[in-house]
């Protein structure tokens, strides 16, 4: 069985025509012969609505009740665009974190995985030929959920890339690689062919959010490949 895992982020999932595009991007994983575990992020501003939705009902809210409410954007995400794809006639199922299970410390709010159960997808891609799974999401060993930190689906995916075993990981979002600094300021940024797991992780510990931090160490320790690149266009 060969497996991608393809992540999209916020902007790539705001509304329907986007998740159209998503649905290109899967159907051409499918036809090129994968099983695709997709892992997508809550839409653009809605983690940031959620915590502000939060502070309005406590002064200071229970972290773990924090967590269990910004888990539920990714959910959002996961079960529309699982119906998205049964209608399009493909054998798909959303998969919340909790339900693989994706097993964490108790640090609510910027959680490390301990744990995946990578048999288990395994076993569900026998039945689906997409999983569409919960970005930012785990669970504690008692039971209660957890999120990864602000940018924590590039670690659910490239920490499942890596459970699933020699699986290649792509993220896609709103620029179309990794770029020498943030393209979006900077007009002369240009755009890296490739870029060592050392390298990138001294960007993104500089505040280069096309990766979070987590994810690299992730690709770095596991050996992952990872593709960054746009879904918007076919660079
Ligand atoms: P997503 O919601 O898809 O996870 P993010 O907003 O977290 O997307 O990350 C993508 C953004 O990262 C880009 O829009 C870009 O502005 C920013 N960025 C910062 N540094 C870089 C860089 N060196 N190369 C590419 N993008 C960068
Ligand atoms: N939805 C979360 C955030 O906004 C996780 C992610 O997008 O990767 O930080
Ligand atoms: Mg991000």
Redesign the pocket.
């Known amino acids: 069985m060969r497996i991608l895992v393809q992540?999209?982020?916020?902007?790539?999932v705001a509304d329907i025509d986007r998740l159209n595009m998503v649905r290109e991007k899967v159907t051409a994983a499918l036809d090129r012969g994968y099983k695709v575990v997709v892992v997508l992020?809550a839409r653009?501003g809605k983690t940031n609505k959620l915590l502000a939705q939060a502070a309005r009902w406590a002064d200071d809210p229970d972290l773990a009740e924090v967590d269990s409410l910004l888990s539920t954007g990714e959910q959002a995400s996961v079960t529309l665009f699982s119906m998205l794809l049964k209608g399009h006639g493909i054998k798909a199922r959303s998969v919340l974190g909790w339900q693989i299970p994706i097993t964490t410390d108790n640090a609510f709010g910027a959680a490390r995985i301990r744990s995946i159960d990578g048999d288990h997808l395994r076993k569900m891609l026998e039945t689906y030929d997409v999983l569409v799974v919960a970005g930012f999401q785990g669970v504690t060993e008692d039971g209660r959920i957890t999120t990864l930190g602000r940018?924590g689906?590039?670690t659910s995916a490239v920490a499942l890339a890596a459970a699933l075993g020699s699986c290649e990981c792509e993220?896609?979002?709103?620029?179309d690689?990794?770029?020498?600094?943030?393209?979006?300021?900077c007009s002369t940024?240009r755009k890296l062919d490739r870029i060592c797991y050392d390298e990138m992780l001294e960007?993104a510990s500089m505040?280069?959010?096309?990766?979070?931090i987590r994810s690299v160490e992730f690709a770095k320790k596991y050996n992952v490949p990872v593709h960054?690149r746009s879904t918007f266009n076919n660079n």
């Open positions: 992540k999209f982020g916020g902007t790539s992020s653009a940018g689906s590039d993220i896609y979002t709103d620029v690689g990794v770029y020498t600094t943030d393209p979006n300021m940024a960007m505040g280069a959010k096309v990766l979070q960054v």
